[in-house]
């Protein structure tokens, strides 16, 4: 979880994966895991660059034991 987590603070920054974080996680994931993963994060960074462009607010959490 910790090489996850690099991962995505690396993407966010770097716009790039370590090679000492992608070793960690090619312990543990296959080569198309890997792919998916770096797909994923850079999906979510898109996702987040427009909600943020477009203005686009945070709805208000409800208390789920009402």
Same mark, same amino acid.
């Given at each position: 979880q910790k090489a996850l987590l690099a991962a995505c603070d690396e993407i966010h920054r770097d716009r790039f994966i370590s090679n000492a974080?992608?070793?960690t996680l090619a312990t543990h994931y296959s080569e198309p895991q890997l792919i998916e993963l770096s797909l994923l994060i850079g999906h979510y960074e898109m %996702?987040?660059?427009? %909600?943020?462009s477009a203005g686009v607010q945070l709805e208000t959490l409800r208390d789920s034991s009402l």
């Open positions: 974080t992608w070793k %996702l987040a660059g427009f %909600l943020n």
